[in-house]
C-alpha cells in the first residue's frame, strides 16, 4: 500500500492494468480481483523482453529457485516446497556462523579453501560445518563453501544433468546482493564475461513480468486499490487463530509459579557415591548428556554441538 501510496504522488490518479506474481501473492490476488502470474512466466517475459540473448535463466529467491532454458524450446524448472539452496538457507547458516547473509558476503572475498557442505537441508548443512568450525576453519572459507553448496544444489537438483550453456542470467535477491555468491556460480559454470547477463534490478525482475503480462487485463483506478488495502483485506486461507497461552500478566505469573515446583532433584557430582547412569541424546545437530544417581538425583548434565568428541570432552 505503501509504495502505491507513493507511486500515486508522482502519476496522481491513473488507471492501473495490474498483476500480481509470487508465491504469496495468489490468494490476495484473488482478494482484490488482480489476476496472477505464475512467477516464472513473469520472469521469462521480463527476460525476454529486456535481454532476450539469454539462453538460461538462474534465479534464487528467498525460498525458491528456478532455472529457465529458453532455447529449443521454454523449459522452466523451480524446487518443491523446500526452500533448500535458496535465500533462507543463505541467512540460516549466516546465523550459525554469527552474522548475516551481507556478512558472509564480505567473508567468502577472501576465501582459500572450498570445503563441501549439504545444501539440500539446513540440518545436513549445519551437520558438516559445525565440525569444520570445531577443527578452526576459516569464516572466509565456511562463506564460500556455503555459498558453493548453494550452487551446486541449484545445478544438481534443477538442471538435472542438463547443460547450462550459453548467455547465463543471474536475477532474484541472492544474486542480486551476494555478488560472491554470483562469482561461484560463474567459476562452477566456467562462464566468461560475454555470456554473463547481469541486468540493473536484477532482483525486480518477476515484478517487471507481471507489469508486462498485464497488457490485456482490466484496468483499475490506483486510487480504488489503494482504498481496499486501507480498508484491509481477508484472505481466504486465513485461519482462526488460537486464543493466547497467557490473556495477561497475572495468567503468566501462575503459570511460572506452577513450573517452578516441577523442578529435578539435583545431587553434586563431587560428593557423590554409588551407582549412576548415563543418558546420551545424539541430535543431528547437538549431542545432550544427563548423569543421574540411583535414587534419580541429576548429578550432572551439558547440552553441546560439537559433532567430533576429544578425549577432553569426556566425563
Not at 490476488?29 to 512466466?41: D, P, R, S, T
Not at 532455472?67 to 524446487?79: A, C, Q, S
Not at 560472491?180 to 562452477?188: H, S
Amino acid at each position: 500500500m505503501h509504495l502505491l501510496q507513493q507511486a500515486r504522488q508522482i502519476t496522481g490518479d491513473c488507471l492501473l492494468r495490474v498483476c500480481v506474481t509470487g508465491s504469496g501473492s495468489m490468494n490476495l490476488g484473488k482478494a482484490l480481483g488482480i489476476e496472477f502470474v505464475q512467477e516464472v512466466v513473469a520472469v521469462a517475459a521480463a527476460l525476454q523482453n529486456v535481454a532476450p540473448q539469454t539462453d538460461v535463466a538462474i534465479e534464487l529467491g528467498g525460498e525458491d529457485a528456478k532455472i529457465i532454458y529458453f532455447r529449443d524450446g521454454l523449459d522452466e524448472r523451480m524446487n518443491g516446497i523446500c526452500a533448500g539452496g535458496t535465500g533462507s538457507f543463505i541467512d540460516q547458516m549466516a546465523a550459525l556462523l554469527q552474522t548475516d547473509a551481507a556478512g558472509l558476503n564480505r567473508a567468502a572475498e577472501n576465501y582459500k579453501e572450498i570445503y563441501p557442505i549439504a545444501a539440500r537441508c539446513g540440518v545436513f548443512a549445519k551437520s558438516d560445518i559445525q565440525p569444520l568450525i570445531n577443527k578452526g576453519a576459516s569464516t572466509a572459507d565456511l562463506a564460500a563453501s556455503i555459498f558453493q553448496a548453494v550452487v551446486n544444489q541449484t545445478i544438481s537438483g534443477l538442471a538435472c544433468g542438463k547443460p547450462i550453456r550459453g548467455c547465463v542470467a543471474f536475477l532474484g535477491g541472492p544474486l542480486h546482493f551476494l555478488p560472491e555468491l554470483k562469482k561461484a556460480f560463474i567459476r562452477t559454470l566456467h562462464l566468461t564475461p560475454e555470456n554473463i547477463v547481469d541486468p540493473d534490478n536484477s532482483h525486480l525482475f518477476a515484478a517487471m513480468g507481471a507489469a508486462l503480462e498485464s497488457g490485456e487485463r482490466a484496468a483499475i483506478a490506483i486510487d480504488s486499490l489503494i482504498r481496499q488495502l486501507q480498508q484491509g483485506v481477508s484472505m481466504q486461507f486465513e485461519l482462526k487463530r488460537m486464543e493466547p497461552l497467557f490473556t495477561n500478566q497475572q495468567e503468566y505469573d501462575v503459570f511460572c509459579r506452577r513450573h517452578r515446583q516441577a523442578v529435578v532433584q539435583k545431587g553434586a557430582l563431587s560428593s557423590y557415591a554409588g551407582d549412576c547412569f548415563l543418558g546420551i541424546d545424539a541430535g543431528s545437530t547437538t549431542t545432550k548428556l544427563a548423569l543421574i544417581g540411583s535414587d534419580g538425583q541429576l548429578l550432572f548434565s551439558t547440552r553441546t554441538s560439537i559433532v567430533c568428541w576429544t578425549s577432553a570432552d569426556r566425563i
